[in-house]
């Protein structure tokens, strides 16, 4: 069998970096749609709940071929 390799640091800092961006933009939505209706919080979270859903959707994706 041949050896497996683990992802190089450049792709893990990549999906740092996505995953980032992932979660900023999802809250920043939120936030500005808060702001933009005068409402609590509960667009922000849910921003938060779908940027980090897609932080985990990238980042698996990209590293279920070292599994």
């Known amino acids: 069998m041949g050896e497996r390799r683990g992802p190089s640091l450049l ?3 990549g999906i740092g970096v996505v995953s980032a961006l992932c979660i900023g933009a999802g809250v920043g939505i939120g936030y500005w749609v808060d702001t ?3 409402t609590g919080a509960g667009a922000t979270f849910i921003g938060l709940g779908l940027g980090c859903g897609a932080a985990l959707a990238v ?3 990209r590293i279920k071929r070292y599994l």
């Open 59 to 61: 980042t698996y994706r």
């Open 36 to 38: 933009s209706a005068r």
């Open 11 to 13: 792709e893990l800092a």
